[in-house]
């Protein structure tokens, strides 16, 4: 009882924030993130350990400052949702601009499905409800514990339009079904996956587990993949969403090297935005046989 009382509280105060104009919104989200470093012990180590690998060639005060600098973003992508899930179209338009739309619609009009691979970058909410406001998608909704947050959480993800959200138990099958009937499929794919459903390829010079699900589906459904990266922009700026040009020669003949490829694509990503990478998910929970986990 307690947890939803203070679940409701803090939904409650999400919607009053989200009235608030950005230029104010975005600072107080900044504050709250460094309160989330400062108190929040476990996260700020997960989000230390993975810098910290990820980046060796930083000095110690760069990567903590890095840190910090992502909880700051942190902080703010966490208000920021309050204008997603209840702010107007014209709002949510004018807070999140999107380039490369048309490339959706080429591939769209050529009659092939399309999958949009979004990395767990901190913007990503704010593209996907960008692109939910154009196109009728399909994407997985992994089901949240807490289930004040569910509803709101799944409510902002289908508010405009008609959209299809899975669960992962729904499986490929529908998944590629309803690419085939024309919805692009709104695919993250970099979270720490079971040992027994990954393939271990490099990520930042690490071997990482990492699903091969973007070229299986590619094939099974014949679809182009289109990259699809949320940059937040700095300041009252709001959001930018970049559709990129569909990948030639994939998938290829092998998955591996498919997965090798993905991660490489996520890795130069990540260092044109280091900070707003989704650093304090355990990425490299799951190892190779033998060696040992690092959190």
């Known amino acids: 009882m307690l947890t939803r009382l203070f679940s409701l509280l803090a939904v409650a105060l999400l919607w009053l924030l989200h009235f608030l104009p950005l230029r104010l919104l975005a600072p107080l989200g900044e504050t709250l993130g460094l309160a989330l470093h400062r108190f929040g012990r476990k996260r700020r180590r997960v989000a230390k350990i993975n810098i910290d690998l990820c980046f060796?060639?930083?000095?110690?005060?760069d990567r903590e400052h890095l840190v910090k600098?992502?909880?700051?973003?942190?902080?703010?992508?966490?208000?920021e949702r309050g204008i997603l899930w209840w702010g107007s179209r014209a709002r949510i338009e004018r807070l999140v601009r999107v380039v490369g739309a048309e490339r959706i619609d080429a591939e769209r009009a050529a009659g092939r499905p399309v999958i949009l691979l979004a990395p767990h970058f901190?913007?990503?909410?704010?593209?996907g409800v960008a692109v939910t406001m154009r196109f009728d998608i399909v994407s997985i909704y992994s089901t949240q514990t807490n289930a004040v947050f569910n509803r709101v959480l799944l409510g902002g993800r289908s508010r405009f339009g008609d959209q299809l959200l899975l669960s992962r138990e729904d499986g490929v099958r529908a998944t590629v079904k309803a690419m085939?009937?024309?919805r692009p499929?709104?695919?993250?794919?970099?979270l720490n996956p079971r040992r027994r459903d990954a393939v271990f390829v490099p990520f930042f010079g690490i071997?990482?587990?990492t699903i091969t699900g973007l070229p299986r589906l590619a094939r099974a459904a014949g679809a182009s993949v289109l990259p699809c990266v949320t940059r937040m922009l700095p300041g009252a700026?709001?959001?930018e969403l970049t559709v990129g040009e569909a990948w030639t020669d994939f998938p290829g003949d092998d998955p591996v090297a498919d997965a090798a490829r993905m991660n490489a694509w996520i890795e130069a990503e990540i260092r044109s935005m280091p900070s707003q990478y989704y650093w304090v998910h355990r990425r490299f929970k799951t190892r190779p046989p033998g060696e040992p986990r690092p959190y």
Do not use: C, I, N, W
Request: proline share 5%.
């Open 69 to 79: 600098t992502h909880f700051r973003l942190l902080g703010r992508s966490m208000l």
């Open 207 to 209: 071997s990482t587990a």
């Open 56 to 61: 060796p060639e930083l000095s110690t005060v």
């Open 237 to 239: 700026q709001g959001y």
């Open 180 to 182: 085939k009937a024309g």
């Open 122 to 127: 901190l913007g990503l909410d704010a593209g």
């Open 185 to 190: 499929f709104y695919y993250l794919p970099d």
